[in-house]
């Protein structure tokens, strides 16, 4: 199940709450609390890291714009 939530906040920016219960076969509510337990964050807060780090390393590669990379 972590390996599936971390995938997803590697790899899928996009992804919602529902999406993600239903992937690892839990509720969100369930989901949750399991965020929140394990990491101490919610699954926005979660999201928003992961796109932060990923804006970061675009940065720094150096090869899109910043309007580019905000778009993404």
């Known amino acids: ?3 599936k939530i971390e ?3 590697l790899y899928r920016y996009a992804i919602t709450l529902p999406v ?3 992937e690892v076969g ?3 509510r369930q989901l949750q609390r399991v965020l929140t337990g394990h990491y ?3 699954f926005s807060e979660k ?3 992961a796109r932060m780090r990923a804006a970061l390393l675009l940065l720094g ?3 899109l ?3 580019r990379i905000a778009e993404e």
Do not use: N
């Open 1 to 3: 199940m972590f390996l």
């Open 7 to 9: 995938e997803a906040f």
């Open 20 to 22: 993600l219960a239903q």
């Open 26 to 28: 839990l509720s969100a």
């Open 40 to 42: 101490g964050a919610t």
């Open 47 to 49: 999201r928003r890291e």
């Open 61 to 63: 590669a150096g090869k």
């Open 65 to 67: 714009s910043v309007a």
